[in-house]
């Protein structure tokens, strides 16, 4: 029936609460086309994780500081498509697996691979030049 379809649509706290979540959906899409995420270290401004996926169902959550601080030490490129191709499956490699392309997310839970740590005087150095 359309005339009760219109007015659930009109309802007025429905329209405000979905109204707040479309802007701050915008701003969200705003700021990150300001300064999208391009590398591990702009992972870690947004403090955000790092989800790595196999195909053989290996999963490994990172905290971004250290997976930044990882690729740092080797004098890896950590943009995210390098990141990607370098991440390695140890239980595809253990198995002797042929190796196949990680999938890379950014995630919101907690890490569940331990890496060393930036220390915090590496931190902020990095944080002066890029700034
Ligand atoms: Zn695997």
Same mark, same amino acid.
């Given at each position: #029936?359309?005339? %009760?379809?219109?007015?659930?649509?009109? =309802?007025?706290?429905?329209? $405000? =609460?979905?109204?707040?979540? *479309?802007?701050?959906?915008?701003?969200? #899409? /705003?700021?990150?086309? @300001?300064?999208?995420?391009?590398?591990? *270290?702009?992972? /870690?401004?947004?403090?955000?994780?790092?989800?790595?996926?196999?195909?053989?169902?290996? @999963?490994?959550? *990172?905290?971004?500081? /250290?997976?930044?601080?990882?690729?740092?030490? +080797?004098?890896?490129?950590?943009? $995210?498509?390098? @990141?990607?191709?370098? #991440? !390695?499956?140890?239980?595809?490699?253990? =198995?002797?697996? +042929?190796?196949?392309?990680?999938?890379?997310? $950014?995630?919101? @839970?907690?890490?569940?691979?331990?890496?060393?740590?930036?220390?915090?005087?590496?931190? +902020?150095? %990095? $944080? !002066?030049?890029?700034?």
């Amino acid at each position: #029936m359309p005339s %009760q379809i219109h007015r659930r649509h009109l =309802a007025p706290s429905e329209s $405000l =609460a979905s109204m707040f979540q *479309f802007c701050s959906r915008l701003e969200a #899409m /705003a700021r990150e086309l @300001v300064n999208p995420i391009s590398d591990l *270290f702009d992972v /870690a401004c947004r403090h955000h994780t790092v989800k790595v996926s196999c195909q053989c169902g290996n @999963v490994g959550i *990172f905290d971004p500081h /250290a997976l930044w601080y990882l690729f740092e030490r +080797k004098g890896w490129n950590d943009r $995210l498509p390098a @990141v990607r191709k370098r #991440m !390695r499956c140890l239980q595809c490699y253990y =198995a002797k697996r +042929k190796r196949t392309l990680a999938t890379l997310e $950014l995630a919101d @839970v907690d890490h569940t691979r331990q890496l060393p740590m930036p220390d915090i005087v590496e931190w +902020k150095r %990095q $944080l !002066r030049r890029r700034r």
